[in-house]
């Protein structure tokens, strides 16, 4: 007698199929070693997919699990997706992103801001009545740095590189890539070695192509979004747009902000506090010294304090380099404050560190760029409300109208110099398209009449004029 049992197998039921989605990436893994480190393994993920999770929604992503961002060379015209991380879904009617977001104004006569961030952004399109057609769209977000524009004072006949500073005289950024827009007497240039430009993101270097010529009265322009490590920047958006045959209406709020409460790279205290909260917007104000008496350490860039005279034979304060036990008691550090604004020099560099040296003013005036103190970074805020609205008068005719509302807080610490923060603008437009001429059959007539109006305090977020209205 024979008996037969059947065995059930395990069926495996997936929640979400992905036979629709297209897989593709790399997995990476190395050993390193050497004689002054020990021995680690380090790994790299990298996964895209694009598809069709269901019938209604489709999938876009890019997953990675490296710790540290993804800083692509300036070198070619485009960049590309994989350089962000992020995933998408999306279908006719709505989007959804999260990660990498890239936050883009849409139409308006003044609010303009364009914006590398970590977050989420949503975005949903349907109809209403009267046969409005209408978007909304809601982004919530950590900025990945802050919107800085600088000149670059030319050589002639040097092509670079050009190191780009920030807007308190920083030397050393980190500039997000993509985010630089180069402008050469007006003119916006191409990044691209086969273009006009190339650009080290990580040294904040611009190197500009054969195709540029570079005098010494070349005018050089850039604007750029560089990391910020002072405070958690925090930056909320929101737009509404409706619109039919003959009407349409937007609405429009934008908000960067940092947290005050939030350090990243330091910690403020109680003096230093005062110090920004009596500053108001005079930022050249907000410094502290950073004069610490520790002792003679022969390893240590140490200064000794004493008495300079100038030309005129007057007796200055100053702190000197000395390795002398008896008097080398001074770990002073020197924050660079522009050129002839301080009254410190770098002599030389060593292996432990820089060392400065005083240089007597002349008739007064400062003849160095460094001082002994630390510059005190303020938090900020920078806002802006949009409403406008327009209508078809007739076949040729149309009306627009914007008003808009910004506030730009230099030092959120203070509420010296507060009157100044909020401005107000508004705009009108009336524009005639293809009337024809009765006069001349074969003519017609295209014209637009403007009248914009920006109080005193009103501020922008990002640039909105030609790069040289100013």
Do not use: C
């Not at 002639?156 to 590189?161: A, I, N, Y």
């Not at 004069?291 to 140490?302: A, H, K």
């Not at 009765?438 to 007539?445: H, P, R």
């Amino acid at each position: 007698m024979f008996y037969q049992q059947a065995l059930a197998l395990p069926v495996r039921e997936e929640v979400i199929t992905t036979e629709n989605i297209t897989k593709t990436g790399s997995i990476t893994r190395g050993v390193s070693f050497g004689n002054r480190q020990d021995v680690f393994v380090n790994s790299t993920l990298n996964l895209q997919m694009e598809g069709q999770l269901t019938e209604s929604v489709n999938l876009r992503a890019v997953i990675t699990d490296r710790n540290v961002p993804f800083q692509p060379e300036g070198n070619t015209q485009q960049l590309q997706d994989f350089d962000n991380v992020f995933i998408e879904l999306y279908n006719d009617r709505f989007t959804l992103k999260a990660g990498d977001v890239v936050l883009k104004n849409k139409e308006s006569n003044f609010l303009r801001y364009y914006k590398n961030v970590q977050g989420a952004q949503f975005k949903v399109d349907y109809n209403l009545a009267n046969g409005f057609k209408a978007q909304t769209s809601l982004a919530g977000s950590v900025a990945k740095g802050r919107f800085a524009s600088t000149n670059i004072n030319p050589i002639e006949g040097v092509l670079g590189p050009y190191r780009v500073n920030g807007p308190q005289n920083q030397r050393f950024l980190i500039i997000l890539a993509g985010s630089e827009k180069v402008f050469i007497d007006g003119e916006q240039k191409t990044r691209g070695f086969e273009n006009d430009y190339i650009i080290d993101y990580n040294l904040g270097e611009i190197t500009f192509t054969n195709k540029v010529l570079i005098t010494q009265f070349t005018r050089i322009r850039v604007d750029f979004e560089f990391s910020d490590q002072n405070y958690t920047r925090s930056i909320f958006q929101a737009s509404h747009y409706q619109q039919n045959e003959k009407l349409n209406f937007s609405l429009n709020y934008y908000s960067e902000k940092d947290n005050r409460n939030q350090p990243l790279t330091f910690e403020l205290s109680d003096e230093e506090k005062r110090i920004l909260a009596d500053a108001g917007d005079n930022l050249g104000q907000a410094f502290t010294s950073r004069v610490d008496s520790i002792g003679y350490t022969p390893d240590l860039i140490l200064y000794r304090r004493t008495t300079g005279k100038d030309a005129n034979n007057i007796d200055f304060e100053i702190f000197q380099y000395s390795t002398n036990p008896d008097s080398a008691f001074f770990d002073v550090q020197f924050s660079e404050v522009g050129i002839m604004q301080g009254n410190y020099r770098l002599l030389s560099t060593t292996s432990n560190g820089r060392i400065y040296e005083w240089v007597p003013p002349l008739n007064g005036v400062s003849q160095g760029n460094f001082e002994p103190i630390s510059i005190l970074n303020a938090p900020n805020q920078k806002s802006m409300f949009t409403a406008g609205g327009g209508a078809k008068i007739n076949k040729y005719d149309a009306v627009e109208a914007e008003i808009a509302v910004s506030q730009n807080d230099v030092n959120l610490f203070s509420e010296v110099d507060a009157d100044d923060d909020n401005g107000t603008a508004f705009k009108i437009i009336h524009s005639t398209n293809d009337r024809p001429v009765s006069f001349l059959s074969e003519y017609q007539f295209n014209s637009e009449l403007s009248f914009e109006y920006n109080s005193e305090s009103f501020s922008f977020i990002d640039r909105l004029r030609y790069i040289e209205f100013d």
